[in-house]
């Protein structure tokens, strides 16, 4: 059976009908993505000056869409579905499709708990998600549709073992790690081979980042709730203090995802001005340069 008849197949098991889902994106987007909300639905974000529209505000659930990803591997958006309690794939135009039906959840080994932690790694094409206490635990969850153990949901440790005050996480586009910012403003590179997770140093920033994405250039986004001040960490200089980068969205009840393999400033996109001043005033991009 083809990945197209058996997403069909899953979708008249989920629904009761089948329905044509939307396509996968058409390409790695510059844009972040912001899901929120009670009832899902999506905001696409410009990291550069902190714009930001509403994508899509009917996601086809009835609740919440967290722990979300963006896979280079297939140009789909992962997520996990609180009406369902089951990971979900999210289409282009940002309406989600269950992955695993309900009969079918403990085949596939899905724990009882929702988590508002997660991302896809590119270098393995697998969803990671995470939650804190015994229960819980970081879980590794494969989405190569080829592989024997497609979908099923193996831990990696327990979440008392790894126990982090952590909102979201990100994957570095190379070095298969996991980067995020905790509660206290402590940046942490979690190995999610063997779950363990290494204080790497005090960014100066604090709060609640629900929020957290890369780009191609190794530098790490971090989105805090309370204000929507965005953060940037430069990972591959090894510059580790948050810098302001941008304003974008308060929020709640949220999570981020973006294509790791993208720069973080669209070169179509003409209305950003880094200014035309030589790079000894700091206008450059890669100064961290204002933006208008």
Known sequence: VNSTMRRLLLTSLLLGSQAAWADPFMECPSRAYLTQGTIANTYSVNLVTGDYALAQDDMGTKSKVNATGFNPNDQFMYGWSYEYHVPARIHSDFTIEPLISSEDKEKYGIVNSDFYVGDVSLTNNTYYVYG?????????????????????????????????????????????????VDKTGILLRINVENGTAEEVADTGEAGTFGAVYFDVDENLYVSRNSDGKIFKIAIGLENYAAQLFALGPSSSINDGARCALAPVVDVSDTSIDFGDAPDSYDTLYTSNGPSH
């Open 132 to 180: 804190p206490g015994s229960a819980k635990g970081l879980y590794a969850i494969s989405l190569d549709e080829g592989s024997d153990d497609y979908l099923q949901m193996k831990q990696v440790i327990d979440g008392k073992t790894l126990n982090l005050k952590i909102f979201d996480m990100a994957f570095h586009p190379t070095d298969g790690f996991a980067y995020t």
